[in-house]
Structures are given as structure tokens and as C-alpha cells.
């Protein structure tokens, strides 16, 4: 086959890989969401303690990752300092902990199709956040997109059959927590050149959760749990759940670089409509047409946001590949010059 055919070949297969790594990452997202909505929801496993959920998780990722780390050495660890640990890690930790209670809370009150409509708020959050800690310069049409998909929500809100207001206290809690997080992880560790990925971040960041996550459930939790006695801990369920959650954590990891996270954005919306679609198919969910109405209107928003992203992005890399081909014509041109300079003359 020739080189126009090889080429061919490479492209195909990068596009399969892509979609592979999309599909992989959709299908643990979408088994996890719908796994813990089983286990928290009363009306399924019915095993209301999102604080001990999350507990298992934190506890099942951090001796997985210490194994591969340590035992196996998988993964070379990240050389981290005390010092950069207590003021980068553990407020990441603390953030991540409070957004996995409450996303995870939520469960108990809303359906899987009304949370999913609250998270198309993340972006909102982000870039507010992102404002706030002068880490995203405000633009009136940027602003103007975000009213757009709050605006939305607000009417998917208006829409549900069956709301439960302290539950979307807790989404939307949970969604301010992790749009925290996200902006303070560019801010504590990627500006300081520190990279981590999924099994090293949860090597860090995991167990400061479990701290973190200790102190409410032995408040909370601990003495409900100690007088319900006839409760077995199911090994199958919360063994598989927790190793999915640990999966989908390398998902991420795959996703993001092998493509890119405005990839794992816009996979992200059609997550979001496949859940909405399983939520009112299988479990039976009530969504109205008012619910889809609003939630149109915010995947508009968060569609176009990613797109004004993405072209960001490629002028972004254009001007860098301009000024590269600059910098090397003037070096070229000064090597030129140079080499007139030491030719004898006539």
C-alpha cells in the first residue's frame, strides 16, 4: 500500500482509538452513577450512608494505589515535599471529600435524570470560580452563555416531577466543591509544574480524603451503623463498586491524555443524555417535557462553550506555531547574516 494509504491507516486508527477511549470512559462513568444511586437509594440495595460509601472508595483506591506504587512500582510517585503536601494536597483532599459526600447525598433525594441536569451547572461554577481567583479573565459573552445555562437548569428545575429541595442544596453544594477543586488544582499544583496522574493523585489525595471523611461519619454515620446489627457487609457489591470507581479514575486519566479534556467534555454531555434516557427507560424516572425543555436549553449553552473553547484553544495554538516558525526564520536569518560577516573579501 503506499504512503497516501498508510497515512490513511494511521489516521483511522487514531480516530478508533479516540472513540474507544470516549466509549470506555462513558460506560464506567455511567456504571458508577447508577451503581451508587443503587446502593444509597431506599426504594433499591437501600443503604442510605453516602459518608460510608465514599469512605469505601477512598480506602479501596488507596491501598490499590499504594500497591502499585510500592509493591509493584506500576508507577514511579511524584517527589513531593511536606510542605507543598500540606498546602496543595490537603486542600484539594478536603474539597474532593466534601464534593463526593454531598454528590453522593444527593442520590438519596434526587433521580438519576434531575442530578444530571443540575451537573450541566459545572461550567458555570468553574468559570465563576475561575473569575473569582483571577484565573479566567470575565467576558460579557462568556457571562452571557453561563445566564444561558442556569437559566436552563432553573427551568429543568421548575419542570421536575418530584424535587426534593435539601437534595439539590447537596448537588448543587456538591457542584461549587468540585468546581473549587478543579480550579485550585491549576492553581497549587499545575502552575508549580506538579503533574499527577490517577494513581498517583490518588496516592496523595485519597487517604487525606479518608481523614477528612472520618471526622462528620463518626458524628453522623458510625452510631446509626452500630445499631443497625443486621446489616452484612456485601464484599461483591461494594468490592465491585469500589473497583469501578478505581477504574474510572484510569478512565479519566486515558481520556485526557490520549485526547483531551474538551474531549471528556463534550463525551460528558452525551453521558448526561444517555443517563436521562436509562433514568426515565429503565428505573422509571418521571421526566416531563418541561425537564427536557430546560435541560435543551442548558446543553445549548454548555455545547456552545465548548465549541468557543475549542476554537480558543486553536487560536491559541496557531499563535504559538506563528511565533515559532517567527523565531526560527530570525534565527535562521541571523545564522545568514553571521556567516556573511566572516567571508574574506575580494
Known sequence: MGKGGSLSEGVIKNIVLSYTYVAIWIFLSFTVIVYNKYILDKKMYDWPFPISLTMIHMSFCSTLAFLLIKVFNFVEPVSMSRDTYLRSVVP?????????????????????????????????????????????????????????????????????????????????????????RLVLIQILLTSKGITLNPITSL??????????????????????????????????????????????????????????????????????WLLIAFSWSVIKDTVTPINLFGYGIAFLGVAYYNHAKLQALKAKE????????????????????GGRKIEPED
Open 92 to 180: 484539594i483532599g478536603a474539597l474532593y471529600s466534601l464534593s463526593l459526600w454531598l454528590s453522593n447525598s444527593a442520590y438519596i433525594y434526587l433521580s438519576v435524570s434531575f442530578i444530571q441536569m443540575l451537573k450541566a451547572l459545572m461550567p458555570v461554577a468553574v468559570y465563576s470560580i475561575g473569575v473569582l481567583f483571577k484565573k479566567e479573565g470575565f467576558k460579557s459573552e462568556t457571562m452571557v452563555n453561563m445566564l444561558s445555562i442556569s437559566f436552563g437548569v432553573a427551568i429543568a428545575a421548575y419542570g421536575e416531577a418530584r424535587i426534593d429541595v435539601w437534595g439539590v442544596v447537596l448537588q448543587l453544594g456538591a457542584v461549587a466543591f468540585e468546581a473549587t
Open 318 to 337: 496557531a499563535q504559538k506555531s506563528a511565533q515559532q516558525i517567527d523565531e526560527e526564520s530570525g534565527r535562521l536569518l541571523e545564522e545568514k547574516e
Open 203 to 272: 496516592y496523595y489525595v485519597a487517604p487525606c480524603c479518608l481523614g477528612f471523611l472520618f471526622i462528620p461519619w463518626i458524628v453522623v454515620e458510625f452510631p446509626v451503623l452500630r445499631e443497625t446489627s443486621s446489616f452484612h457487609f456485601d464484599y461483591v457489591i461494594f468490592g465491585t463498586n469500589s473497583f469501578c470507581a478505581f477504574a474510572l479514575n484510569l478512565a479519566v486519566f486515558l481520556l485526557v491524555g490520549k485526547t483531551s479534556a474538551l474531549t471528556m467534555n463534550v463525551a460528558g454531555v452525551v453521558k448526561d
